[in-house]
């Protein structure tokens, strides 16, 4: 446990209860998941999202207040943090490794039971050259309206910072309703085969992650306004930047390889 009259270089963070009632949050929404498949009942899932909702709100709280109010988040903290964040982005790289060599590992040797061919011959692939095109515009977009705001914030300029963001959150808001509407319209389903389960598997997961990213992002934006941010200490704001980039590469992945090359 922390207090006021550290002596020493590192972090040692107050006694949370949002780690717990995150992972309580988290195993409520996964079991509310499998309910819903079974039963399409939806209260489970809504109690998982409550808790993990209200976690995410107090958790934002605590860390704002200690890195913007209390001090603790010093220059050897700070940098403790960001290859936290490196290592998180990293262990999400492989995550999605995962997915892709599902994808290649059928789509390069199809089996007798998909037809031999790859789409298999009942799928009916996308058009790569209009959603996916499109949103594949957006998130390069979105990754230019960052960078820009990441620019902006380290030059002291307040209102391209906030400008440079808000286009971005609006951008990701886009683009989770295109694929929402892609997802709608889709004339398979994940379990379609092999294809349905990797197609849906690899761009879902991203999605969450564009999701996720957004929500980021609209905290920064909070935060923003409220002067938590300066120059030289917005390390909030840089973490999120390199996550939304990193949701961007994936995307680009997602679009050769699955979007254009697979079909």
Not at 36 to 49: D, P, S, V
Not at 92 to 109: D, K, N, P, V
Request: net charge negative.
């Amino acid at each position: 446990m922390s207090n006021n009259l550290n002596n020493h270089p590192y972090h040692l963070v107050d006694y949370s209860p949002w780690p717990l009632t995150g992972a309580i949050g988290t195993m409520t929404l996964v079991t509310g998941l499998v309910k819903w498949f079974h039963n399409f009942n939806f209260n489970l899932i809504l109690l998982g999202y409550f808790i993990i909702i209200l976690t995410m709100f107090q958790w934002w709280r605590d860390i704002s207040r200690e890195g913007t109010f209390q001090g603790k988040h010093t220059i050897l903290v700070s940098k403790g943090l960001r290859w936290g964040m490196i290592l998180f982005i990293v262990s999400e790289f492989f995550f999605f490794i995962s997915f892709f060599w599902a994808f290649f590992h059928s789509s390069l040797s199809p089996n007798v039971e998909i037809g031999i061919s790859w789409p298999p011959m009942s799928i009916i692939p996308f058009n790569p050259f209009q959603i996916p095109l499109l949103n594949t515009i957006i998130l390069i977009t979105s990754g230019l309206t960052v960078t820009w705001a990441h620019h902006a914030i380290m030059n002291n300029n307040f209102n391209q910072t906030t400008q440079g963001l808000f286009f971005t959150i609006i951008l990701g808001i886009y683009f989770s309703l295109l694929q929402a509407y892609e997802y709608f319209e889709a004339p398979f389903s994940i379990s379609d085969s092999i294809y349905g389960s990797t197609f849906f598997m690899a761009t879902g997961f991203h999605g969450i992650h564009v999701i996720i990213g957004t929500i980021f992002l609209s905290i920064c934006l909070i935060r923003h306004l409220n002067f938590h941010f300066s120059s030289n200490h917005h390390f909030g704001f840089e973490a999120a930047a390199w996550y939304w980039h990193f949701v961007d590469v994936i995307w680009l992945f997602l679009y050769i390889t699955i979007y254009w090359w697979g079909n």
